[in-house]
């Protein structure tokens, strides 16, 4: 790859929770930084980190198309990341915004595009169940349709990324990171504990489910691998924390660290679940909510099943292996909920 300290690399999402920590990781290891972010957008960890910022977003196809500019590797993480919203506002933003992407990057002679998927491409719900995702590896085919528009598009999204590898000199690497959690968390957390808070945060099914969660630093230092590995071109990869655990007890010790106690839930039939989900994304679209109901069916099958993948492929090309420990990421998380003064300071208002 070179010496990283000449190489650029650019960024979209560099504001979330995944994207902020691949910023540091790449500064650390020498990058120079180009980010894309609204003008909205509190860019003040970025600018310390003296990132170059770009004004944009992914509806803004001008912004798309000139980002690349400069960069030897653009890693791709935002998108549109919801169960709920029009399908036209998932396809533009997730679809048609990396095709732009991914073209202009071969127009501005960017090496390596590095996309990031999710696990989530694999599921799929209805009313007769969901399949359970037992140590499955990247040969694990995607279903025919989608309950929800996020996977699918995230699905349609990889089969472009897959196309352009090879295009114009461009090559595409795929990350599929399962259950992302860890300090900085402002997305799955804040519902889990509001979730919990009411009193609704249930148990999916009489089943065992098991996961194989992704600590944010683990991921962040995967996806830099990404860029530099000789096997990497064309491939896709599962990223995590290479552990099974117990799904009820990982959700318990993420809310423990953070000061909240989960009293023993309820357990609800899977196809209860599925129908009420069903019935309340409904009368949800017919209010036209920009807000999702407290239950849908991607949410349902997110608790109702296992899901745990196998990161040999990403041990053996990229020389992956977890950095952060599963104690260590849960004392991480306490700290710094800790820090900005509570638990209280993430839920979503």
Request: glycine share 10%.
């Amino acid at each position: 790859m070179g010496t990283s300290k000449n190489l650029k690399a650019g960024i979209t999402g560099a504001t979330g929770f995944i994207g902020g920590k691949l910023a540091e990781k790449l500064a650390d290891e020498g990058f120079s930084i180009k980010c894309l972010v609204r003008e909205t957008s509190d860019t003040e960890k970025l600018s310390s980190l003296g990132a170059e910022l770009v004004h944009g977003d992914l509806c803004d196809s001008s912004s798309l198309e000139s980002f690349p500019e400069g960069c030897d590797y653009v890693f791709h993480l935002a998108s549109k990341i919801s169960d709920w919203g029009p399908r036209d506002d998932f396809f533009r933003q997730n679809v048609e915004a990396t095709k732009t992407l991914l073209q202009s990057c071969i127009e501005a002679g960017v090496k390596r595009f590095i996309y990031m998927s999710s696990s989530g491409v694999l599921w799929n719900a209805s009313l007769f169940g969901t399949m359970n995702l037992d140590d499955v590896d990247e040969s694990y085919p995607c279903p025919q349709s989608y309950s929800n528009f996020y996977t699918e598009t995230k699905a349609l999204s990889e089969e472009l990324v897959r196309e352009y590898d090879g295009l114009g000199g461009l090559e595409t690497v795929i990350l599929r990171p399962s259950n992302v959690w860890g300090a900085g968390d402002t997305v799955i957390l804040p519902r889990i504990a509001d979730a919990c808070l009411k009193g609704i945060l249930v148990n999916m099914g009489f089943n065992k489910k098991i996961v194989s969660p992704c600590h944010v630093l683990n991921l962040a230092h995967a996806t830099v691998l990404a860029a530099s590995a000789s096997s990497a071109p064309g491939n896709t990869y599962f990223v995590n924390d290479g552990l099974q655990l117990d799904t009820g007890s990982f959700v318990s010790d993420q809310l423990t660290s953070i000061g909240i106690e989960w009293k023993k839930p309820i357990t609800i039939p899977y196809a209860l679940g599925y129908c009420v989900a069903f019935l309340l994304e409904k009368i949800f679209e017919l209010r036209q909510s920009e807000t999702p109901p407290v239950l849908t069916r991607f949410g349902v099958c997110a608790l109702s099943k296992s899901r745990t993948y196998s990161i040999e492929r990403a041990r053996r090309d990229l020389g992956y292996e977890p950095v952060c420990g599963y104690e260590a990421g849960m004392e991480g998380l306490s700290q710094w909920v800790s820090e900005i003064g509570g638990y209280e300071k993430i839920l979503k208002k």
